[in-house]
């Protein structure tokens, strides 16, 4: 799972595209084919295991709970905040994102 958070320096940036079991819903999600899936498509939460995107070296490890959508170019990006440590990272709206979640998301002030 792939975090773009606020300060991301896009050199640091590693493609990672891998399929994963949600930690939050169970659904088995394939990775997107096209870029890096940070999240799950159905219940939108994703783990906190990068300190920078795609390296995986966090130890956090934590559920990150999608609090929240901003405006990102002519798309959105979903505002996740860690469960365990309290991390907020950013992350584009995949394609087949669950939209009843993200129009939930979209009715929460961030």
């Known amino acids: 799972m792939v975090n773009m958070g606020e300060n991301m320096d896009s050199r ?3 493609m990672k595209d891998e399929s994963f079991v949600c930690e939050a819903c169970g ?6 084919g096209v870029t ?3 999240h799950c498509p159905r219940c939108l939460y994703s783990k906190h295991v990068d300190n920078n995107p795609g390296d995986r070296m966090c130890d956090c490890h934590g559920l990150m709970e999608p609090i929240g959508l901003e405006k990102y170019r002519d798309s959105y990006k ?3 905040k860690c469960q365990r440590c ?5 992350n584009i709206v995949a394609k087949d994102d669950n939209m009843d979640k993200i129009i939930e998301l979209s009715s929460k002030p961030v």
């Open 78 to 80: 979903i505002v996740f």
């Open 86 to 90: 309290g991390a907020v990272k950013k």
């Open 36 to 38: 890096a899936r940070n």
């Open 27 to 32: 659904v088995k999600v394939h990775a997107l």
């Open 12 to 14: 640091k940036f590693t």
